[in-house]
């Protein structure tokens, strides 16, 4: 009897298909020649999604793990790919998001020659991999493949390999080839530590003025937060990546805290006295002295390396969000609604109100609210959102109307631009049947817009939303409160529904509030006949409002200062949360 051989290459691609994968995204080169030649012969079982810059490859890679997709695998050539994939694996190492990259390489006989193109590679990589290997021989191809798979998994993040081009094109018996992805197994987190729930129950039940702090860590849990928050009358405070877990008009919800965030939770989270910080990392909380007035702190993570991160912990719980959350509810006491609770829920409806005018505005020059408007008017309920870096981030916070049916994904903590249009990538071939919309910067979308032809040539329709202002618009709103000019914020205007149309895809450009409505409706109509959509809206350049720089409060600004904050904004009716505060008879701590 022979021995059956297969090609290593392909031997490589069946490990990964054992491991659940199904799409690699990248561009060819002759260094990734034998992984190529495998990818066209098993085309049946996994998808070479041919991008136009590995970036997008690698950032489709990390938000396809965001999104909930299989393992994610990108590639790029030996020398400028494999650089070209960086921010993309940084992306997806920083949120520990599993990915596997291969790199390809000169040919074995010409390693360590400087030959062309030739690059120390792995050490691009040393600061982020949790694996990073050079294959040595070819047999050993299959086996680092199963290896890359399984860290990635097992350790949350980014492995990468890389692949002298020729390797790849030997034979190796069949049988000495397995993927170990059918082994995957995951650790059970013990049950929590009864007495350091019943510490935090103390904590909350003596408390005046508490808060629930809800990271992603609740995501899935959301209704417990909810029964929590109201059993012990705890408003809730989200954080940018973590809206969709709760009904947008939960009457509770404060938003997020800081520049991504709602004028309701910046204002609570300096008033409030307990807070209970759940399965979230939020990492401006030193820089920002967020939690400097509170005077307990109850954290719950899964990881043990993130308790007491951000803030001395009085007491600490080690588990699942959703396990603990039952628990507490089960233990805490119930309070009546109190002034607290009431002067939250005043503050939030005043905040909402003050939303809703904006985005319900008739006509005029268009602003990104109204934008906001039409999108919640035509979205599906479970539509997804892949949202870019800038103004963008902030403003679908405020103005998307989320609820646990849809998703919500960006680049949180690396925060890198140009993620959007490759995440609609990812969910579009995740999820073929739900609608996407990129809701992206024009300058953000001047950094990844050839890749709506991606979307068009593998039939990936989506909604592209340009908001079009001409500037770096999160920046120079920045330079206006640090720098003494705005140098270099601006940009030149371009036709984005032209770059649509050359793509392929069906471009509109809409400038008009009274405009808004019906070109949304119709770039939804066009997108369920199976297009991509790029809507240009060319929107005004206010400075959505700085919620973390409220000037409202006459005890701290002027009449005049006061007057100009509320013009600028449109915030005439906004109230400081004090005011509701001392309706209620409480006092402020703000100094
Ligand atoms: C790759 C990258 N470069 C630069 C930045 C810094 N940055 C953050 S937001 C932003 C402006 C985004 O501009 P645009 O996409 O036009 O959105 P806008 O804020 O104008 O709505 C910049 C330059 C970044 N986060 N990522
Ligand atoms: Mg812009």
């Known amino acids: 009897m022979t021995e059956r051989k297969v090609k290593i290459s392909e031997a490589a691609l069946d490990v990964l298909i054992g491991w659940g994968v199904d799409t690699i995204y990248g561009i060819p080169s002759g260094t990734l020649s034998s992984l190529m030649d495998a990818l066209d012969a098993k085309q049946d079982n996994i998808q070479f999604i041919q991008v136009r810059h590995e970036e997008t490859g690698a950032l489709a890679a990390s938000m396809q793990g965001k999104f909930g997709g299989s393992l994610a695998v990108c590639i790029g050539s030996g020398g400028p790919g494999a650089t070209h994939l960086i921010n993309g694996l940084y992306d997806a190492s920083m949120d520990r998001i599993p990915v596997v990259a291969i790199l390809g390489a000169r040919p074995e006989t010409e390693l360590n020659l400087d030959a062309f193109q030739e690059l120390n590679q792995n050490p691009m990589y040393e600061n982020i991999a949790v694996y990073n290997k050079r294959v040595a021989y070819p047999e050993q191809l299959p086996k680092l493949v199963d290896e890359a798979a399984r860290h990635a998994i097992a350790d949350r993040g980014v492995a990468v390999l890389e692949v002298p081009s020729d390797f790849g094109f030997e034979e190796i018996a069949a049988d000495a080839v397995y993927s170990s992805g059918s082994s995957r197994r995951q650790l059970r987190l013990a049950d929590a530590n009864e007495a350091d729930i019943d510490a935090a129950v103390a904590l909350l039940n003596q408390s005046r003025r508490s808060v629930i702090y809800a990271g992603i860590g609740t995501m899935g849990h959301g209704d417990k937060v909810v029964a929590l928050s109201q059993k012990i009358k705890a408003p809730v405070i989200t954080t940018g990546k973590n809206f969709e877990t709760f009904e947008w008009d939960y009457e509770a919800l404060l938003g997020s805290t800081y520049r991504v965030g709602w004028k309701p939770a910046n204002e609570a989270i300096l008033e409030t006295d307990t807070v209970l910080f759940i399965g979230s990392n939020f990492p401006f909380a030193e820089v920002q002295g ?155 979308f001047n950094m990844s817009y050839p890749d709506v032809a991606t979307n068009v040539q593998y039939n990936l329709p989506v909604i592209n939303i340009v908001f079009s202002n001409t500037e770096y618009a999160f920046i120079k709103n920045k330079y206006e409160d640090t720098n003494e000019t705005l140098f270099g914020t601006d940009f030149m205007d371009v036709d984005y529904a032209m770059v649509a149309e050359a793509q392929g895809a069906v471009g509109y450009t809409v400038d008009r509030i009274e405009d808004i409505d019906g070109v949304i409706k119709q770039a939804v109509a066009d997108n369920k006949k199976g297009r991509t959509v790029v809507v240009n809206c060319r929107i005004t350049k206010e400075r959505p409002i700085p919620v973390e720089t409220l000037k409202l409060d006459p005890k701290f600004y002027s009449e005049e200062e006061i007057q100009a904050y509320q013009e600028r904004y449109e915030a005439e009716d906004l109230v400081p949360f004090r005011l509701f505060l001392e309706a209620e008879g409480l006092g402020s701590k703000v100094e």
């Open 290 to 444: 967020t939690f400097k007035n509170v005077k307990h702190f109850i954290q719950v993570d899964i990881d043990p390396a993130m308790l007491g991160k951000r803030h001395k912990a009085d007491v600490a719980i080690l588990g699942d969000a959703g396990q603990v959350l039952t628990r507490l509810i089960e233990k805490v006491d119930a309070r009546e609604a109190d002034g607290w609770w009431r002067a939250n829920l005043a503050n939030v409806k005043n905040w909402r109100e003050f939303m809703n005018k904006l985005e319900q505005k008739e006509s005029g020059p268009l602003q990104f609210y109204q934008v906001y408007h039409a999108i919640n008017n035509h979205a599906d309920e479970d539509a997804i959102y892949s949202i870019d870096v800038g103004n963008s981030t902030q403003t679908s916070v405020r103005h998307l109307h989320m609820t646990p049916k849809n998703m919500w994904r960006t680049s949180p903590l690396f925060a890198t631009m140009g993620i959007a249009l490759p995440g609609g990538i990812a969910a579009k071939r995740t999820y073929p049947d739900r609608q996407v919309w990129n809701l992206i910067g024009d300058g953000a």
